[in-house]
């Protein structure tokens, strides 16, 4: 009974320590994948923002005040569109921007959330996926004003 304890209990830390070691190297890999939105954002850089998303699938929902004043829901569904705005802004707000990664939630090693908090202008909602190759792509964003 004890040499099973004892081997139950080695299984248990092997498998927590490869998990653990496999987590932080994903969240590495979101957080690069989220600044790659950020910087590729501000310096309108579209190799960036294409590194970012998955622009062929991905979409984008903001909670915008109307003119009115009153909270309404926007949906851009191409994203490829949008990122093609962004690469051609003509004044962007550049590299040295604020903003910071919140909050970072991976589940099953292959779904994860970010909260991100952009200046101080938006919340950003991201949902990202592991792709075959062990790349991340945001899947969806979804922000707020300040």
């Known amino acids: 009974m004890k040499y099973l304890l004892t081997l139950f209990t080695a299984i248990t830390l092997l498998t927590s320590t490869s998990v653990f070691a496999q987590s932080a190297t ?4 979101i957080e690069k994948t989220v600044n790659h ?3 590729g954002n501000g310096t309108a850089d579209r190799e960036l923002l294409s590194l970012a998303f998955a622009e062929d699938a991905a979409t984008m929902v903001g909670a915008t005040k109307n003119d009115a ?16 705005k962004w690469a051609n802004n003509e004044n962007p707000g550049g590299a040295n ?3 910071e990664i919140l909050n970072v ?6 779904l994860a959330t970010v909260i991100f908090r952009y200046t101080d202008q938006f919340y950003d909602a991201f949902s990202l996926v ?17």
């Open 26 to 29: 994903d969240i590495a890999e």
């Open 37 to 39: 939105y950020f910087e």
């Open 69 to 84: 004043g009153q909270t309404e829901i926007k949906v851009w569904k191409n994203m490829s569109k949008v990122l093609d």
């Open 97 to 99: 921007r604020d903003g």
């Open 105 to 110: 939630s991976v589940v099953d090693g292959r």
């Open 130 to 146: 592991e792709l075959d190759d062990g790349s991340w792509k945001i899947a969806s964003k979804t922000y707020i004003v300040q």
